[in-house]
């Protein structure tokens, strides 16, 4: 397995309340993602980052923040959590090589009471 | 704009049948169809397409990428209560980046 780890695994936290989830990898992977999963949604992209302190924005960025100080932390902030934010957080990496896939962490789920 | 499309979104068989799970795509800047499956925690690997006509095989698992029509069917053989799941496609752009699309998902429910 890709040594890629997440903190906290489950979290209940109050509308309003800033809450940070942190994606750890052991890979050197160039490429760290952070999706969330709804049912009926698949898993859709949030942030993603290309390389230390580089970021961009994905499908459904709102609302979400990242930031990525070293090559193996891959931070993501919810400034000030909404009851849609409510869901199961995955963080990815990958190498960006074409014989490569993208491999995921055990995932965080977030309740946003 | 880019996007994936899976089909059925869920299906139920019984053991022993055989499955065909559909995915199209539209995306620009193609460069891998990926394949994984999900139980009550993380996606894992299943398959990476990145050629069309070339079946890749795993035990009762199969798959197929049509680059020509823009889509990739997953069979899955004598099914079993193991393979219930959802099975995931995603679609890996390079442009710059490497980036991945996901569908949303098949739902398999294989009952004995």
């Known amino acids: 397995d890709a040594g890629i780890t997440q903190s906290p695994r489950h979290k209940v936290t109050e509308t309003g309340t800033p809450v940070t989830l942190r994606c750890h990898q052991t890979e050197n992977h160039r490429y760290m993602y952070w999706y969330r999963q709804d049912p009926g949604h698949g898993l859709r992209l949030i942030h993603y980052s290309y390389g230390v302190k580089d970021t961009d924005k994905g499908e459904v960025s709102d609302g979400y923040s990242v930031s990525r100080s070293k090559t193996e932390d891959f931070l993501l902030t919810l400034e000030s959590a909404t009851s849609s934010q409510t869901s199961v957080y995955f963080c990815?990496?990958?190498?960006?090589?074409?014989?490569?896939?993208?491999?995921f962490g055990p995932g965080t789920r977030l309740l946003v009471l | 704009e880019d996007k994936v499309v899976q089909s059925p979104l869920s299906l139920v068989v019984h053991e022993g049948d055989t499955v065909t799970l559909n995915c199209s795509y539209e995306v620009t800047n193609f460069r891998s169809l990926l394949w994984y499956k999900q139980e009550k925690k993380a996606p894992t690997f299943l398959f990476m397409l990145?050629?069309?006509?070339i079946e890749k095989k795993s035990g009762r698992l199969s798959s197929i990428l049509d680059k020509k029509e823009l889509f990739s069917i997953l069979n899955i053989t004598a099914t079993q209560t193991g393979d219930s799941a959802i099975y995931l496609c995603a679609v890996e752009l390079w442009d710059n980046f490497n980036k991945f699309y996901f569908g949303s998902g098949t739902k398999l429910n294989v009952k004995p």
């Open positions: 990815a990496i990958s190498d960006g090589t074409e014989k490569e896939t993208q491999y």
């Open positions: 990145t050629s069309s006509g």
